[in-house]
T-cell receptor, first 113, second 112 residues
Framework: DSGVTQTPKHLITATGQRVTLRCSPRSGDLSVYWYQQSLDQGLQFLIQYYNGEERAKGNILERFSAQQFPDLHSELNLSSLELGDSALYFC????????????FGSGTRLTVV | GEDVEQSLFLSVREGDSSVINCTYTDSSSTYLYWYKQEPGAGLQLLTYIFSNMDMKQDQRLTVLLNKKDKHLSLRIADTQTGDSAIYFCAESHSGGSYIPTFGRGTSLIVHP
């Protein structure tokens, strides 16, 4: 157990739907990062939150949004889903800018049918 | 081209050494990482190296950095079947808010 908890582990939904992925960071970590892992794009950084505020944005589509709550858990919202959104979505947390890198959760596998 | 490149596959025999290579493009890279991903799991940090170092050793793992050629390698000594996994190289720098940019991963297959 890495200390980063992601739910659900698996999600199957239809095109056009909206889903919410949840992440609880490791205790003491203020930063949360979302990544998308797909076969064709590899591991892509989506967005970072630090202590409730958006800190950095990567290749996140406009149909996707995220937030971090006062208890530091984060949610990634994916709307108007397309087949191409099928992927593994990882959350990671860290001490801000620490060289120790990031602690990853085990991911949510999203399948859009 | 991609910022971090790795070969996709490596196959070795149990007990041999494995060497996984990575090249990166950003000369301002500050930290370089190796992560391991086992099936059904997230990425696990194996080791990292500061850009002002050229080598780091940690038990069976040896990281070599050639900053001039922007080349990073991970050597696993006495490779075991439990080392079979996908290995990701990553770099981070201040211009990118130290958020790691990952390669596509090298799938290491260890056969008896």
């Amino acid at each position: 157990d890495s200390g980063v908890t992601q739910t659900p582990k698996h999600l199957i939904t239809a095109t056009g739907q909206r889903v919410t992925l949840r992440c609880s960071p490791r205790s003491g970590d203020l930063s949360v990062y979302w990544y998308q892992q797909s076969l064709d794009q590899g591991l892509q950084f989506l967005i970072q939150y630090y202590n409730g505020e958006e800190r950095a944005k990567g290749n996140i589509l406009e149909r996707f949004s995220a937030q971090q709550f006062p208890d530091l858990h984060s949610e990634l919202n994916l709307s108007s889903l397309e087949l191409g959104d099928s992927a593994l979505y990882f959350c990671a947390s860290s001490v801000e800018r620490g060289p120790d890198g990031y602690t990853f959760g085990s991911g949510t596998r999203l399948t859009v049918v | 081209g991609e910022d971090v490149e790795q070969s996709l596959f490596l196959s070795v025999r149990e007990g041999d050494s494995s060497v996984i290579n990575c090249t990166y493009t950003d000369s301002s890279s500050t930290y370089l990482y190796w992560y391991k991903q086992e099936p059904g799991a997230g990425l696990q940090l194996l080791t990292y190296i500061f850009s002002n170092m050229d080598m780091k050793q940690d038990q069976r793992l040896t990281v070599l950095l050639n900053k001039k050629d922007k080349h990073l390698s991970l050597r696993i000594a006495d490779t075991q079947t439990g080392d079979s996994a996908i290995y990701f190289c990553a770099e981070s720098h201040s211009g990118g808010s130290y958020i790691p940019t990952f390669g596509r991963g090298t799938s290491l297959i260890v056969h008896p």
